[in-house]
């Protein structure tokens, strides 16, 4: 990890850019994938998951079949999938944004309503239970219908893949991955019907695939990218925790990024060789070593610094470990989930504290929110106006609309403001 | 409009297909507008403002010059303006989703926070006032730092642009249009920086831009087509007010699509003869017909039918011209905005009753929203756990990470367990 002082302005604007690389070889293959997949359908699904998986066909799982595979499950990740299903579907349940009260003045009434997405593709990278359950549970509190979930085929964690659907009510399984995954849900085949929408993190060739699904008219959670954690730290961090951390997303792949922003030189200093020694014992070496390579610590003079440095980043993940981490969150303006204080790793928002997984990366935390029970709704607005509330605003859309140069707009109001109050029909 | 009786399951579906073209003409020039802007900035803005609205200079309106000249407004048009600005205020203010309150159990506390989107690009088409209330209003509302307004040049609605836009305290107004202000949005020039978001309506060459846009990682509203109206009729409806429903979204162009379904063979036969007679008196004639050709009236045999169809199309906007509206919304599962009853016409909600008129189209109401002040704004979540709320969910973390071979997102759990509760630090 590279060492910076007190960066200037250029030098967080520098900081900001992601190290991800724009490949083209990877686009290229995905056009090519989709091109296919939209010509030959099927036929060209099976020849991708043969060449990518080693997997001839495709199998779809039924709800019997779901139910059936689940039962394999070992015990003990049978209960850690309970625990996890039960605090997530808590707290997103309490996180439903109900219907808000309708407005009514001057024989107006307007108001909103929330409506369930259906026809929704979730995807599962391989093996990854704790994805289900971040799809699967909002999805099934919004009340979606034809929820069909794609992940690869030569599963490890099937049964407990198939667990974790099972509690969040999904009755199809598709195992098939990858971007032939993607093209088959935004074209249709007889696997499952096009669907509306597509939702849940992958690889770079997922991201660019959910890119050109979006094109073809399909909405997505959003755009995604490698993960990525930020580690704001005062000198009461404790730096083999934050080490830790630092650690946990480092594993992702070569292409995530960990950043450490701290006032105390000495919590920078502990902290990296704590990642040393760290290290050393853990399985991905390989993947953390790239990874360190691609990230920085940052010594600022002051939590100011450290908070606009953040806001800046925008990051998926910010670990708050300092003194007052209260006042520091309420600072944070860009950030998909914030982590407060020493007993707050990351891991418990990626598994069981309740808050949602799927957030946006490289600095779309500007602008994205991460996903959520309303990734599976739209809202619909409603207006009922009585022959009294029309003469209210009737003169107003008229003029509007002259300005506007849209006399059958204005006819509309006017033929109906002829009617006598009295007469109403 | 052609007329169809009872259609079969495969005629819905034919019926769903809008008359938009993929016009490979447009597309080709809209990229080219971006790919010059990327490499030329400003120089390329320029030359095609000049080549399509004949300005060969941009001219950007501070806060100062939009006020002085908002000042050469005429009465009538500020009071109407002024009566669209505090409905649409008064009512998009009530709802603004509140941030929800904390949850606590077993030492685990999560929360989800709003935070408004800063840096954010508006389009206006030319002379359209009410789209500066559509959008300014929910930017303001949000809070959204840094909106910069984009609208063509040689536009007769200036002073009623400038002046909507003090009201939603816009201080930036860039009179430039078309894809060359969408592109400007994207790549930042001396005009305004990077935006993180485009919204607003637009004709297909922006629309495409705004695809361009969000290839290159920004945020649009939605994607958005032609617009779109349909009635539901029973025999309670007034013919001569569907009529002039539908011909006030006729007239917006021709490739917009108005569609009546009903109940009652009369009232499509009065209907049509009354679209005849108003059309007579209205200024877009030539609009209305070629959109006409487009458009179709559906005979039903139950109103359960007419909802089914409704709900297959998604209409950007409904109007419920039935007996009992308040039941038939509560049926509609996809439209952008519904409007019920007789005096509720689709014109109220282009500019007046409160609610929003930028509406998803082309059937993309089943998955996408309106704009609202969440438009502007994404949420954060949060998470703050006690040592001995570690303790509730260590087992768990650690468990589901094994599964999916993450041993350091375990560790970063396990280290912290390690550490004995009395000796918290």
């Given amino acids: 990890m590279k060492r910076i002082y007190n960066p200037s302005l250029d030098e967080i604007e520098q900081l900001c850019i992601r190290p991800t690389q724009d490949d083209r070889e990877i686009k290229n293959m995905v056009e090519r994938v989709f091109q296919d997949v939209e010509r030959y359908g099927l036929r060209a699904i099976k020849r991708y998951a043969t060449k990518f998986d080693g997997c ?38 309490k996180s439903v944004q109900t219907n808000l009260e309708r407005v009514t003045e001057d024989g107006i009434t307007c108001w909103i309503e929330q409506r369930a997405i259906d026809k929704v593709g979730l995807y599962v990278p391989r093996n990854l239970v704790s994805s289900v359950l971040m799809l699967g549970v909002p999805a099934q509190l919004a009340g979606s219908k034809d929820v069909a979930l794609y992940t690869p085929p030569n599963c490890d964690a099937l049964s407990a893949i198939c667990y974790a659907a099972t509690l969040c009510k999904i009755e199809k399984i598709v195992l098939l991955g990858g971007a032939q995954a993607i093209a088959a849900m935004t074209f249709g085949t007889d696997l499952t019907p096009r669907v509306n929408k597509i939702l849940g993190p992958g690889n770079s060739y997922v991201n660019y695939a959910k890119i050109l699904a979006q094109n073809k008219g399909i909405a997505i959670d959003m755009p995604a990218g490698p993960s990525e954690v930020m580690v704001l730290a005062d000198g009461s961090a404790i730096p083999s925790f934050v080490a830790s951390d630092l650690l946990s997303q480092a594993e992702h792949g070569p292409d995530s990024q960990v950043m450490l922003v701290t006032t105390s030189e000495l919590v920078a200093d502990t902290v990296q060789e704590e990642i040393q020694i760290q290290t050393e014992n853990l399985m991905r070496k390989e993947n953390i070593n790239k990874t360190l390579i691609n990230s920085a610590v940052v010594v600022v003079e002051s939590m100011h610094a450290a908070i606009m440095i953040a806001n800046e980043y925008a990051p998926e993940h910010i670990i708050l470990s300092v003194e007052n981490p209260e006042e520091v969150a309420s600072k944070i303006q860009n950030a998909g989930s914030v982590f407060l204080g020493n007993y707050s790793p990351e891991s418990a928002g990626d598994y069981a504290s309740g808050t949602n997984h799927t957030l946006p990366t490289g600095g779309l935390a500007k602008v ?58």
Same sequence: chains 1, 2.
């Fill in 56 to 93: 001839s066909d495709v199998a779809v799982l039924t709800k019997f079949e779901i139910l059936q595979t689940s039962r394999s499950i070992d015990v003990t990740i049978k209960k850690a999938i309970d625990v996890a299903y039960s605090r997530i579907y808590a707290f997103q349940k």
């Fill in 368 to 425: 994205y929110s991460g996903v959520s029970v309303s990734s599976f709704q739209k809202t619909i607005s409603f207006q009922s106006l009585t022959r009294g509330g029309l003469d209210v605003i009737g003169k107003t859309i008229e003029t509007l609309a002259e300005v506007e140069g849209l006399d059958a707009h204005a006819n509309a109001v006017r033929r109906r403001m002829q009617v006598e109050e009295q007469n109403e029909v």
